[in-house]
Nanobody
Framework: QVQLVESGGGLVQAGGSLRLSCAAS????????MGWFRQAPGKEREFVAR????????VYADSVKGRFTISRDNAKNTVYLQMNSLKPEDTAVYYC???????????????WGQGTQVTVSS
């Protein structure tokens, strides 16, 4: 069982930056694909970005491409999401997730964190 704990959310003005972190409890963290998803009020949980176990393969949603960067440090069992040029429409609860494959569907991920709130004011 992989336990994931996100941190780094908060309130930021449009155009600002935040860095989210997700720490995993499991030593086998380095074998999992890690993803970031987000869910705004009244909306479905949507894919944001994912990174392969080695860090060599990343995929981003079109809405965040060029502004967000996903990375991981397997020695620290941690995955990051650097978010720049934030927009009000980025406001959501952000979740990290761990899965065995390379998919971008939420159904490809078996373990989820509790989420961290990101609010971008205009």
């Amino acid at each position: 069982q992989v336990q994931l704990v996100e941190s780094g959310g908060g309130l930021v003005q449009a155009g600002g930056s935040l860095r989210l972190s997700c720490a995993a409890s499991e030593r086998t963290f380095s074998t999992y694909t890690m993803g970031w998803f987000r869910q705004a009020p009244g909306k479905e949980r949507e894919f944001v970005a994912r990174i392969s176990w080695s860090g060599g393969n990343t995929v981003y949603a079109d809405s965040v491409k060029g502004r967000f960067t996903i990375s991981r440090d397997n020695a620290k069992n941690t995955v990051y999401l650097q978010m720049n040029s934030l927009k009000p429409e980025d406001t959501a609860v952000y979740y990290c997730a761990a899965g065995a494959g390379l998919g971008i569907s939420k159904y490809n991920y078996d373990y989820w964190g509790q989420g961290t709130q990101v609010t971008v004011s205009s």
